[in-house]
């Protein structure tokens, strides 16, 4: 993975989305153990501090959880409780901008389905 030092994103928003990814994956396992802090922050050239902010936050949204003196495993119904936040967050926001966009566009309902459908049946992928 690779991080923006941009500021398009936090970088320990950006850690915690790539632990994510690798829950929805299924790289981590259910009860499996993550990476510590340190060894994300050698992975990424990055502080500990902002590497534990990102587990942090994790564990805030109940993806991880804290075993004392062995660190940070994934929780029982993390994969399916980032694949709803991600639903409900991501794709509704995405619909949003996309009706948006179309309506400036003038295009109708049933031209917007149909390109919907298409997408979703790979028409016009090269």
Do not use: C
């Not at 991080?3 to 989305?17: F, M, R, S, T």
């Not at 990424?44 to 109940?62: C, D, H, R, S, W």
């Amino acid at each position: 993975m690779l991080l923006y030092h941009d500021g398009a994103k936090p970088i320990y928003v950006q850690i915690a989305e790539w632990i994510e990814n690798e829950i929805i994956a299924e790289t981590f396992k259910r009860d499996e153990k993550v990476f510590s802090q340190y060894q994300l922050a050698e992975m990424f050239t990055i502080n500990p501090a902002t590497a534990a902010k990102g587990l942090n936050m994790l564990v805030n949204e109940q993806v991880l959880y804290k075993k004392r003196g062995l660190g940070m495993f994934v929780a029982k119904d993390a994969r399916k409780a980032i694949l709803n936040k991600r639903k409900n967050e991501t794709l509704t926001r995405l619909v949003q901008e996309l009706v948006s966009e179309a309506k400036r566009l003038e295009v109708s309902e049933i031209d917007l389905l149909e390109m919907i459908q298409d997408a979703i049946n790979g028409k016009g992928e090269e």
